[in-house]
């Protein structure tokens, strides 16, 4: 089921006298439990085109439509949207976490009671049970972004967007982020998220889609994307040197060794390698896989040139 | 739905005033200490002949009406800033209740409380200056007339501050104007003054209220239906300028404060 449909979106901002194409015929489509990883450099239009989904920017055109409902003309398909937003704090810290979820649960449309069920589920799946009733300025940095995330789901919508969710977080609070996306994605929610962090998108996205200068340049399912990219060798790494006479006969095989690693640019030898190596201990072999970051800096280069 | 909003809104003001109470009993006093020292200084130069009577009383009305105001407009025009600011605006324009009735479920909140507050600088006032203020019921009408116009006029600059975001200088000059325009006796002008004084946004409530609390007069429902105009025109033009703002800055893809 088809969540989010947004078409050929466009915006152009005048500053200093130019016209800045912030977006352009930007399409974006996300099912139900769905992630997209929403990537591109700075300046790209990611957050525009965030903001524009919510109904927060005006687009120059384009259509944008959240199970059916249009933001811009229909003040009730907000109900479907929830969204924590780049850089700002969201939520209200000179309220306590509980606070915060009850007044936001009805500021979203629902009755007192419900929301105040809703906020002890939450705190409680959040793990901010012990903070419900500290300042939420006096939060780590890491809760915040929990509470932030938590009170835009107060009022479960199905459209979930994050824009860039773990900026200034540390190792474990950027963990917990990545597992809770993953839970409310696994709920059947769809997900908007932009990041610099890579490989983050790399671990929860479904499908990836990359914009610079206001423009997609590509969009597709992150496993086909990171399929096309890789090349078809392997590498295979092992646990002690190789011999002398072992490292000869390789040698002739168009393969490169490099210490413990040894490459293999062509598929076709790779069981005469292995026989070549039996029986010494091997610690893997793998397939070599394009990183996402390669596979970005690549396509970002190649539509700026 | 709109009432649970209400609740929502008088549950969040309740709990930042108690919580930050000091700020609030810091500001009362102040107001009145301002007012105290204005009064004392206008006796030092006038000399022992100092005599207002009821042009004291007056005076205070329009005072505290002031700081009545200056509280509303602080709720929507500094609270709008302030959220650009820190970042929740964006969060309030994400409701489905319209923003404008998210912001004015917001401020009749507050409005509770603030005339709670406004009630303690009057009794504080009353006390230093010894000023003899009647308070027959009547005077919710014209108080009424008064709110819409100061809510008129608070939106207008919520505007403003949603567009330029900088509205600080601004509203300090704006609060001197309107310190005149509540201390100023429109009701006593004649003439063409007299039709400019209906004009003015909240004028004629104000001065119903000091001919009612100050001069101890039966309240005029002829004037009081013109003062009711007056403040319904100024509520519906704050409004619709509100709206206008807000989908202006839409456009700018400047809510949040680019
Ligand atoms: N309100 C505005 N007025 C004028 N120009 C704007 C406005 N908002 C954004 N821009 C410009 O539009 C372009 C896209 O900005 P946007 O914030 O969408 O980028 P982004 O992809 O979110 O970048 P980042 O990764 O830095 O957050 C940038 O060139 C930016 O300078
Ligand atoms: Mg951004």
Known sequence: ?305 | MVMSLFLAELKRSWIQLVRYSSEVIGGMIGTTIIFYGLFLSARYIAGPAFQLGDRLDSIIVGYVLWTLMLFILGDIAGGLQQEARTGTLEQLFLSPYRAPTVFLMRTIASLLLNLAINLGILLLILLLTGSQLRFPPSLVFPLFTVLLGAYGISFAMGAMALILKQVQQLLGVFQFALLFLFTTPVETWTGTARTIGWLLPMAPGAGLLREVMARGAALNWMAWGLSLINGAVYFCVGIFLFQWATQTVKRQGKLGGY
């Not at chain 1, 459209?159 to 609070?173: K, M, R």
């Open chain 1, 1 to 305: 089921m088809q969540v989010l449909q947004a078409v050929h979106l466009q915006k152009f901002y005048r500053a200093q006298r130019k016209n800045v194409a912030a977006v352009q015929n930007v399409s974006l489509q996300i099912s139900a439990g769905e992630v997209l990883a929403f990537l591109g450099p700075n300046g790209a239009g990611k957050t525009t085109t965030i903001k524009i989904i919510a109904g927060l920017i005006v687009p120059d055109a384009g259509q944008v439509k959240i199970s059916g409902r249009d933001p811009h003309r229909d003040p009730k398909a907000l109900r479907s949207i929830g969204a924590v937003l780049e850089g700002n704090r969201n939520v209200y810290w000179r309220l306590t976490p509980e606070e915060n979820l009850e007044y936001f649960g009805v500021l979203r449309g629902l009755s007192q009671r419900v929301a105040r069920q809703r906020s002890q589920i939450l705190l409680e799946r959040f793990d901010l049970q012990d903070k419900r009733r500290a300042l939420t300025q006096t939060l780590s940095r890491g809760m915040q972004q929990k509470l932030a995330i938590a009170v835009a789901l107060i009022h479960d919508p199905q459209l979930l967007l994050l824009d860039e969710p773990t900026l200034g977080l540390d190792v474990e609070a950027t963990e917990n982020v990545k597992r809770l996306v993953r839970e409310i994605a696994a709920e059947g929610r769809a997900i908007l998220l932009t990041t610099h962090q890579l490989d983050i998108a790399e671990d929860l996205s479904d499908r990836v889609a990359i914009i610079n200068q206001g423009e997609i340049v590509v969009e597709e399912p992150t496993t086909d994307l990171i399929r096309q990219f890789s090349g078809t060798a392997y590498r295979i790494e092992l646990e002690q040197p190789l011999d002398a006479e072992r490292f000869h006969k390789l040698g002739s095989l168009a393969t490169v060794v490099d210490q413990l690693q040894i490459h293999l640019p062509d598929p076709e030898t790779l069981y005469s390698v292995l026989d070549i190596l039996r029986p010494l201990p091997i610690v893997r072999i793998e397939k070599e896989q394009a990183k996402l970051t390669e596979i970005f800096l690549k396509l970002v280069r190649e539509g700026s040139v």
